[in-house]
C-alpha cells in the first residue's frame, strides 16, 4: 500500500517543481489528475502481467513475454505522460517525454531507497565437514 502512495506524491511533488519552475502553477491539478489516471489505467493493465511473473531458476516463454509486455506499458506510461507535460508545460513532445522520463526514475529511485525490493535468500548450503588426512609413516 504504501509504495502506490509514494510513487503518487513523488509525481505530485515533481509535477508541482517542474509546473513551478515554467510559472505555470494552475496547471497543476488538470496535469496531476492526468498523469494519475495515465498510472492508474497502465497499473491495472500492468497487475496480471506481475500475477504471471514468478521467480524461478530457469525463465520461460511466458515469463519473457510477460516481461517485454511491462516494458512495452512503460514506455506507453512516458509517451502518454511526456504527452501531458509536453501540453501543460508548452514544450516540444521530445521535451516532455525527457520530462516524464525524469519523473519515472526519480520515483523508481526513491521508491526503492525507502522500500527496497525484496532480495531471495540464497539457497542453504551447509557447510561441508573437511576431514584432516594425516599421514602415517610405518
Known amino acids: ?4 502512495v509514494m510513487h503518487a506524491a513523488v509525481i505530485g511533488a515533481s509535477t508541482w517543481l517542474v509546473l513551478l519552475a515554467k510559472g505555470l502553477q494552475q496547471r497543476f491539478t488538470a496535469t ?3 498523469l494519475l489516471g495515465t498510472d492508474a489505467l497502465i497499473t491495472g493493465l500492468s497487475l496480471p502481467l506481475s500475477a504471471v511473473l514468478r521467480p ?9 513475454l510477460a516481461s517485454v509486455a511491462q516494458l512495452g506499458l512503460l514506455i506507453w506510461w512516458i509517451t502518454v505522460a511526456g504527452h501531458v507535460f509536453a501540453r501543460a508545460l508548452e514544450i516540444a513532445r521530445g521535451q516532455g517525454i525527457a520530462v516524464a522520463s525524469f519523473v519515472m526514475l526519480t520515483s523508481l529511485m526513491f521508491n526503492y531507497s525507502v522500500i527496497p525490493p525484496p532480495i531471495e535468500p540464497a539457497p542453504f548450503d551447509p557447510p561441508t565437514a573437511q576431514t584432516e588426512q594425516v599421514e602415517t609413516t610405518p
Open 32 to 34: 496531476f489528475v492526468a
Open 56 to 64: 524461478s531458476d530457469a525463465p520461460n516463454l511466458i515469463d519473457l
Open 1 to 4: 500500500f504504501a509504495l502506490p
